[in-house]
């Protein structure tokens, strides 16, 4: 879901960040809000560590290993935020370093800081009940949008009332604790890949700190320390090394086992071998399906967001085994990597240079500026180095990007900027309207979506989308001072304005009804899904019918669909509409309450067309071709079925699973030799995999060697517990019943 119109729009942010940001005030409003931002991420990410979790967490146990995941949903996306917000906490806090001897005034007792404690308080303490409120009605995540614009406005507002009446030394202690909070909030979180970024950061920060403050040693010295921590790292990452005795140390033992299978149940050793799996990607440039490999792929790679398919080519056997047979790789857990892959050595090289000249423009500022510029281009060095340094073992996400490329444009704006002393300054509005605005528009939005509820997947994707756009809207009027110049449409020139305001509208109205369409879709999927797991199937077919009609272009809402009428299909036998004959275009039509009343076969047919439309969407996802299998096989056609695994197994290699839905195949066909042949080939492939267990244990009890299947059955359901999601209770019941009667 990052392709190349998300990749776009983070360049936007780079030119308007680079070119609307040029007055100090805008800057410092910029970097306040990335720090107000971090506010509700840690208190949440404190609750989480204290055992405490608003929204009930459910999935994964390897992302549930790791509790502190704030708002992000993964503990390596919540590192690789902070390691980007930490250095401007760090630029605030040595910009006010010089303010303690100010600590005997009474600042406690000014109301600027009582204020600026509770806006903090409020906006935490809100956003922790909005969670908790959402999580028992689930339509009211639909206003979110307005409660974060809410945020920024409450900053605005803040800012602009308190100005530079805030006693300095209460700057500085808030600030040292917004800090510690963050380093505290990422030390919990427990990744390393943004424990390393935190500590190459900082040498980065105070190397450009002292290359200002013209302190030469103190330079070399920060670069003595960095060489000698980096030799300190490495030695710690080998066994029986010697600094052996440390790397059994608490807090310690994560950073010493980087690239041991131990650390983090493998998942050091898993990026290793996903590394290998891309570097025989690029190096062979095998052809994919029936796409183009070849030396062509090095240079221009093979798209964006096509990892998912093209690794399928790659994939190493020890990843399956290390991994349980898990994880479809779609990142290489490696930023450099992944760009090698989807944009080849153009796109690699273009980013490389970017980032080449965006340091020369912060040393460039460095250099040049004032002191305040000056260390917001030290943060935003720091940061980049950090995000650098992280991408070597994290993957990239948009709530990561989007700081990334904002920071990316701060030196462009800083070198753009004119002195301070030539800058025009607007008159401070009003804040309390549009606040209260502001404030009606948030409730009423909360209000109608508590009322909604979740039956109305368009009203609610209609809704999150307005949420959208009055935020943004409510934020650019509020920015806008009341005293600017207005734009008079009587002068010259003013038919072109109408021109560009009336193309403008235009623009908006059909971006915000695409977004419409396609969160509709997301909203009936979630619904679909929720009623497929209660057994409400006919209501399943309706949601899903409604994601498949609304997006076109999205595979996965067929193959949800396919497996809903596969799902009703098994319950039913007779048709209430014998004569009827399914044909291609009733898989999204067809209403939900006459599909409860056909049979079998039809039902069947109707998941075959939804589920031909899925691959003919995705041709070279295997698992497309394994869904058509697995309804074959349901309906009793195991030579169709047999085709459609086979077919998966071409697009990709090493494939257990593969194997083994073609034995249990072939063993429905009665052709027994041949099944366990092909289990017995799979379970040398993996014989960690419980799927391989499971049907050499079903070959092996059709054929008669029932002290064979019987271990065979216990070997399943003892390597169960690796996989996830867990498999269905009735293959679970499956193994039970052979190991008691074999």
């Not at 208190?43 to 979790?53: I, P």
């Not at 339509?139 to 308190?162: D, G």
């Not at 019918?545 to 272009?553: H, S, V, W």
């Not at 003892?718 to 498999?727: A, C, E, F, I, L």
């Amino acid at each position: 879901q990052e392709g190349l119109w998300t990749r776009s729009s983070y360049l936007v942010m780079l030119v308007v960040v680079g070119t609307r940001f040029t007055a100090m005030r805008d800057r410092r409003l910029l970097v306040s809000a990335l720090l107000f931002g971090s506010v509700p991420v840690l208190a949440y990410g404190l609750l989480q560590q204290a055992g405490y979790d608003p929204v009930p967490s459910g999935g994964d146990p390897n992302t549930l290993f790791w509790p502190v995941r704030s708002s992000f949903g993964q503990h390596i996306f919540l590192g690789s935020y902070l390691v980007l917000v930490i250095p401007f906490t760090l630029t605030r806090v040595v910009e006010r370093r010089a303010e303690w001897h100010a600590f005997r005034d009474p600042w406690w007792k000014a109301p600027e800081v009582a204020i600026s404690v509770f806006v903090y308080v409020a906006v935490s303490a809100s956003f922790i009940v909005f969670m908790v409120a959402g999580v028992r009605q689930t339509s009211l995540f639909v206003s979110l949008p307005a409660l974060l614009a809410a945020f920024v406005l409450a900053l605005i507002a803040w800012q602009r009332a308190v100005r530079d009446r805030m006693p300095p030394v209460a700057g500085l202690l808030g600030y040292s604790l917004l800090l510690l909070a963050q380093i505290a909030v990422l030390f919990f979180s427990g990744a390393r890949g943004a424990w390393i970024a935190f500590f190459a950061s900082l040498p980065v920060f105070g190397f450009l700190a002292a290359l200002r403050l013209r302190q030469p040693s103190l330079a070399r010295s920060i670069l003595a320390v960095t060489l000698v921590g980096g030799v300190i790292l490495v030695l710690l990452n080998i066994p029986g090394g010697p600094l052996q005795p440390l790397r059994t140390l608490h807090g310690i033992s994560r950073l010493a086992n980087i690239t041991e299978a131990g650390g983090a149940g493998g998942s050091a050793q898993g990026r290793l071998l996903i590394w290998q799996g891309v570097k025989d990607l690029i190096t062979k440039q095998p052809s994919i399906g029936s796409q183009t490999g070849g030396p062509l792929r090095l240079i221009v790679g093979y798209g964006p967001e096509t990892l998912h398919w093209a690794f399928q080519r790659v994939y190493p056997l020890k990843l399956r085994q290390v991994t349980s047979e898990i994880w479809a790789w779609d990142r290489a857990h490696n930023i450099f990597l992944d760009t090698l892959v989807d944009v080849g050595v153009l796109g690699l090289m273009s980013f490389v240079l970017l980032v080449g000249v965006f340091f020369r423009d912060a040393v460039a500022a460095i250099a040049r500026r004032a002191d305040e510029d000056a260390w917001l281009s030290i943060a935003a060095a720091a940061a980049v180095a950090a995000h650098m340094v992280d991408g070597i073992f994290g993957l990239d996400m948009p709530a990561t990007l989007l700081l990334f490329w904002i920071v990316l444009g701060v030196p462009v704006a800083i070198l753009r900027a004119q002195p301070e002393h030539d800058a025009v300054e607007t008159a401070v509005p009003n804040t309390v309207e549009p606040l209260a605005v502001a404030g009606v528009v948030l409730f009423a939005l909360i209000g109608i979506s508590l009322a909604v509820g979740t039956d109305h997947p368009a009203l609610l994707a209609t809704l999150w989308v307005l949420s959208i756009l009055l935020g943004v809207a409510g934020i650019a009027f509020f920015q806008t001072s009341m005293e600017v110049r207005r734009v008079s449409l009587s002068v010259p020139g003013s038919a072109r304005l109408r021109i560009i305001i009336t193309l403008a509208g235009v623009i908006l109205a059909l971006g915000a009804a695409a977004q419409v369409r396609f969160e509709t879709a997301a909203f009936s999927e979630r619904d679909g899904l929720t009623a497929l797991a209660t057994g409400q199937f006919p209501q399943a077919v309706a949601y899903l019918e409604e994601a498949a009609r609304t997006n076109t272009e999205e595979p996965q809402y067929r193959t949800d669909l396919g497996g809903a009428f596969l799902s009703l299909g098994a319950n039913h036998l007779d048709s209430g509409e014998p004569a009827y004959q399914p044909v291609s275009s009733d898989a999204e039509t067809i209403d939900s309450a006459r599909a409860a009343n056909l049979g079998r076969d039809q039902l069947y047919s109707l998941a075959l067309y939804a589920l031909q439309s899925a691959h003919a969407l995705s041709p070279l996802d295997p698992d497309t071709l394994s869904n058509l299998g697995n309804l074959y096989l349901a309906w009793n056609r195991p030579q169709l079925a047999l085709g459609e695994y086979q077919q998966a197994e071409l697009l990709s290699v090493n494939n257990p699973r593969y194997l083994d839905q073609e034995a249990l195949t072939l063993l429905q066909e009665g052709k027994t030799r041949q099944a366990a042949d092909l289990a017995k080939q799979a379970l040398r492939l993996d014989t960690t995999f419980w799927f391989s267990y499971y049907a050499a244990s079903l070959v092996d009890q059709k054929r008669g060697a029932t002290q064979q299947a019987r271990q065979e059955a216990q070997a399943s359901l003892g390597w169960v517990h690796n996989y996830w999601p867990p498999p269905p209770d009735s293959q679970l019941q499956q193994m039970r019943a052979v190991l008691q009667a074999g």
